[in-house]
């Protein structure tokens, strides 16, 4: 099973800063197989990126992922008030599954 | 407009069944695997398994954590997919989202439920 570590576990950041989220796989992530998905309170996931570096429909080019292997990043360029919330990140190239445990970024 | 729209989530005590249908629309049901995530109370994301297309032979697979109590169905002429979880454990409370993924399941979910809760407790 590969086990994926997120880091921080909480950024405090102010609007219009930088957002650095790092993702880093136990074992290399076959084909970039790696996911981002942003979930705000009381609503469901949803994919910001895909194949480690491709936005999903309709996300705003603030969101950007990069990385290869074992090693992800999510960076958000400049945050926004509703980008305020808790991300995960996915491997989906190997069963089983498997989900980073989340990064909250919350207001300073 | 792509709609997953879960049903069939509530109270139920350990050991007992439950079954939690995924009603799709706005695409080709068929031509996608669809999967279930879960999310215990406070807690991060979990992996639950997915069933393929037929174009894939209809597979499934599962967490070890359910293997052996959940299975993943579909009905592609009712466009709905099915979780059917046995002998419940307490430890299976959580949020149930059924998510659309590629044809195989090895593929991102582009499509959220808005998911259905479930409570195991006596």
């Known amino acids: 099973e590969i086990v994926l570590t997120q880091s921080p576990g909480t950024l405090s950041l102010s609007p219009g800063e930088r957002a650095t989220l790092s993702c880093r796989a136990s074992?290399?992530?076959?084909?970039?197989?790696l996911a981002w998905y942003q979930q705000k309170p009381g609503q469901a996931p949803r994919l910001l990126i895909y194949?480690?570096?491709s936005r999903a429909t309709g996300i705003p080019d603030r969101f950007s992922g990069s990385g290869s292997g074992t090693d992800f990043i999510l960076t958000i360029s400049r945050l926004e008030p509703e980008d305020f919330a808790v991300y995960y990140c996915?491997?989906?190239?190997?069963?089983?599954?498997?989900f980073g445990g989340g990064t909250k970024v919350e207001i300073k | 407009e792509v709609q997953l729209v879960e049903s069939g989530g509530g109270l139920v005590q350990p050991g007992r069944s439950l079954r939690l249908s995924c009603t799709a629309s706005?695409?080709?049901?068929?031509?996608?695997?669809m999967s279930w995530v879960r999310q215990a109370p406070g807690k991060g994301l979990e992996w639950v398994g997915f069933?393929?297309?037929?174009?894939?032979?209809?597979?499934?697979e599962n967490a070890a954590s359910v293997k052996g109590r959940f299975t993943i169905s579909r009905d592609d002429s009712k466009s709905i997919a099915y979780l059917q979880m046995n002998s419940l454990k307490t430890e299976d409370t959580a949020v149930y989202y059924c998510?659309?993924?590629?044809?195989?399941?090895?593929?991102?979910?582009?499509?959220w439920g808005q998911g259905a809760l479930v409570t195991v407790s006596s």
């Open positions: 996915q491997q989906y190239g190997s069963s089983p599954l498997t």
């Open positions: 074992q290399s992530v076959s084909s970039s197989f």
């Open positions: 998510t659309r993924v590629g044809r195989n399941g090895y593929n991102k979910g582009d499509y």
């Open positions: 069933i393929s297309s037929k174009t894939y032979g209809g597979t499934t």
């Open positions: 194949g480690a570096s």
């Open positions: 706005g695409f080709i049901f068929g031509d996608y695997a």
